[in-house]
């Protein structure tokens, strides 16, 4: 059973531009989140997803987005990068919409760096 | 709001040591569900266990164990014998809600496990 998936695993972007990234569920799981983790802030939970539809959002700025697609297929997108924003980027998956049900499966993550 | 804290930011053992991580957490609910996960140089968080605050059992598995009581909110974890390979970044983690709750998890700032022979 293929784990959760992340593309790219490492990205060099450049202050400004925009990034697309991408996460692929656990068959038939229909959650995914998405955790950004830096030196500084550690692991903060950025926004959560179910059934295409966003049911929790973290404390960052509207630079940052996601969105779910039918298949569960989750992108994030962080429009006008800063340098701040570099970090590795963890999506989770998860069977059920309540975390009472199993538990959270984590990607290897894509590292972002922001030149 | 919700809190983890691990207070120890690494910690140093030989090999074949006993080693215990400790978890405090802060929370205002009265259903949540406390995590261990272990992060290796890959990045990848590995799921150890979960455990909800109705069970308080503690728990054994190999050469693990976690040791939850909730009169002092603490969730600690302890590797027995520990091996060179245990060595990585654990981190504790809390998640409110009941069923149908969208959650998230609240992360400690991890302990920095180094093994050495």
């Known amino acids: 059973k293929a784990g959760v998936t992340q593309t790219p695993r490492y990205l060099i972007k450049t202050r400004g531009q925009q990034v697309t990234l991408s996460c692929s569920p656990i068959?038939?799981?229909?959650?995914v989140s998405w955790y950004q983790q830096t030196p500084g802030q550690g692991l903060q939970f950025l926004f959560e997803?179910?059934?295409?539809?966003?049911?929790n959002k973290g404390n960052f700025p509207g630079r940052f987005s996601g969105r779910q697609f039918s298949n569960s297929r989750s992108e994030m997108n962080v429009s006008t990068l800063e340098l701040g924003d570099s970090a590795l980027y963890l999506c989770?998956?998860?069977?059920?919409?309540?975390?009472?049900?199993?538990?959270?499966?984590f990607g290897s993550g894509t590292r972002l760096t922001v030149v | 709001a919700q809190k983890v804290t691990q207070a120890q930011t690494e910690i140093s053992v030989v090999e074949k040591e006993d080693v215990t991580l400790d978890c405090v957490y802060e929370?205002?609910?009265?259903?949540?569900?406390l995590f261990w996960y272990k992060q290796p140089p890959s990045g990848e968080l590995v799921f150890l266990i979960r455990?909800?605050?109705?069970?308080?059992q503690n728990e054994i598995s190999g050469r693990y164990s976690w040791n939850f009581q909730k009169s002092t909110s603490s969730f600690n974890f302890t590797i027995t014998a520990s091996q060179v390979v245990d060595s990585a970044v654990y981190f504790c983690?809390?998640?409110?809600?009941?069923?149908?709750?969208?959650?998230?998890?609240?992360f400690g700032t991890g302990t920095r496990l180094q093994v050495t022979l």
């Open positions: 989770a998956s998860s069977l059920s919409a309540s975390i009472s049900i199993g538990g959270y499966t």
């Open positions: 068959s038939g799981h229909r959650s």
């Open positions: 997803y179910f059934s295409e539809t966003q049911r």
């Open positions: 929370t205002r609910d009265t259903t949540y569900y």
């Open positions: 455990r909800n605050s109705f069970d308080e």
């Open positions: 983690a809390l998640s409110e809600g009941g069923t149908g709750t969208a959650s998230k998890l609240t």
